[in-house]
């Protein structure tokens, strides 16, 4: 199967600092790529949807300008935490589609652990 | 909107048991059908996918699409310990994002 990479694999850092997560697609060139947060004991919530050479469509109630996504290739993604909280402390996972239709099988990364303190 | 949902459990199967999780989707559009595997602290990993309605096997695993009742199901067979994780039911319609249940927690009892 596809293999997607995420890096760092975990982080910690300070409140207020901005934190930096990439995304890769390893095997195969992903020209949607998709970023979830997953607090402890509760279900993967969609963040954005990340098109290659196009701005990030970010879901209700996520605040674009503190979670930056900037997807500048076939095989990157990044999130940037800007000004990190304690409450922004979670698990964040990046996928890749194979391809552009729905058909199209979505590949996860092994998730960022993000504790801010 | 359009919602997938899941038997939260935990669903509890003996080992060497067969293991039934199901899931229902209000789209009656829906197109593409995903089941997909998450041990604790992990990412999910993908199981199958299944599209057309009937069986579709791989190995222990078997998805079952119904589009007519909007349901579709994974039995898992023969049941091991390392099967215990939370089964996440997945679905689009056309290019559109996934949604995704809240997941089943499966524990195998050895």
């Known amino acids: 199967g596809a293999v997607v990479s995420q890096h760092p694999s975990w982080v910690i850092c300070k409140s207020g600092t901005s934190v930096k997560i990439e995304c890769r697609s390893l095997?195969?060139?992903?020209?949607?790529m998709f970023w979830y947060r997953q607090f402890p004991k509760q279900s993967l919530m969609l963040m954005a949807t990340?098109?290659?050479?196009?701005?990030?469509?970010?879901e209700q109630g996520v605040e674009k300008d503190k979670f930056l996504i900037n997807h500048a290739s076939l095989t990157l993604s990044t999130l940037t935490v800007t000004s990190a909280h304690p409450e922004d402390s979670s698990f964040y996972i990046c996928?890749?589609?194979?391809?552009?239709?729905?058909?199209?099988?979505?590949?996860f990364g092994p998730g960022t652990r993000l504790t801010v303190l | 909107q359009k919602e997938v949902e899941q038997n939260s459990g935990p669903l509890s199967v003996p080992e060497g048991a067969i293991a039934s999780l199901n899931c229902t989707y209000s789209?009656?559009?829906?197109?593409?059908f995903f089941w997909y595997r998450q041990y604790s602290g992990k990412s999910p990993e993908l199981i199958m996918s299944?599209?057309?309605?009937g069986d579709k096997e791989d190995g222990r695993f078997t998805a079952q699409l119904n589009k007519a009742s909007q349901y579709v199901s994974l039995l898992i067979r023969d049941s091991q310990p390392s099967d215990s994780a939370t089964y996440l039911c997945?679905?689009?319609?056309?290019?559109?994002?996934?949604?995704f249940g809240t997941g089943t927690r499966l524990t195998i009892i050895p």
């Open positions: 996928s890749a589609r194979t391809g552009t239709s729905g058909t199209d099988t979505q590949y």
């Open positions: 990340s098109n290659e050479g196009s701005k990030a469509t970010y």
């Open positions: 789209d009656r559009g829906s197109q593409s």
């Open positions: 095997d195969f060139q992903a020209t949607t």
């Open positions: 997945a679905v689009s319609f056309g290019n559109e994002k996934l949604t």
């Open positions: 299944i599209y057309s309605n």
